[in-house]
């Protein structure tokens, strides 16, 4: 279950048990691993950094930051997220454009609420910086 975190700009997941008013979960993301991707700079591994690889992250909920929260929760946070696993910057200050946060929405798909109709709209872009 996502919670508000004690700074009011996070979220957290807790146990669904541990919270007084709950139903079952309120936030669910399937995760998928696609690739697993290879170091090419040696010099990275002196930094003992984990090995990379990409997911396709289908949420089928709506929370704030979710994506986010839950692949930090299960211990795979994502290239240049500031907040997540620990705030590296406060939400007033600008954001370091020099490692962006590696998340992108690839497809996103959808019913109208206006005409029903089904729609998808796809990006061109590629994630490509792995640092």
Same mark, same amino acid.
């Given at each position: 279950?996502?919670?508000? #975190?004690?700074?009011? %700009?996070?979220?957290?997941? @807790?146990?669904? !048990? ?6 079952? *979960? ?5 995760? !998928? ?7 090419? !700079?040696?010099?990275? #591994? ?8 990409? *997911? @396709? ?23 240049? #997220?500031?907040? *997540? ?15 962006? $946060? ?5 497809? @996103?798909? %959808?019913? #109208?609420? @206006? ?11 590629? $994630?490509?910086?792995?640092?």
């Amino acid at each position: 279950m996502m919670v508000e #975190d004690s700074q009011f %700009f996070r979220m957290r997941e @807790i146990s669904s !048990d541990l919270h007084h008013d709950s139903l079952g *979960y309120n936030s669910e993301t399937w995760v !998928d691993c696609v690739e697993r991707l290879q170091r090419n !700079d040696s010099s990275l #591994d002196k930094y003992n950094k984990p090995a990379l690889a990409r *997911y @396709i992250l289908k949420p089928l909920t709506g929370k704030r930051h979710q994506l986010r929260v839950h692949m930090n929760a299960i211990g795979l946070p994502l290239i240049g #997220d500031q907040f *997540y696993p620990l705030v590296q910057r406060s939400a007033e200050e600008n954001d370091f454009f020099e490692n962006p $946060l590696q998340l992108l929405a690839k497809n @996103i798909s %959808f019913k #109208d609420p @206006i005409s029903g109709n089904h729609r998808l709209l796809t990006s061109q872009i590629n $994630l490509s910086r792995l640092s």
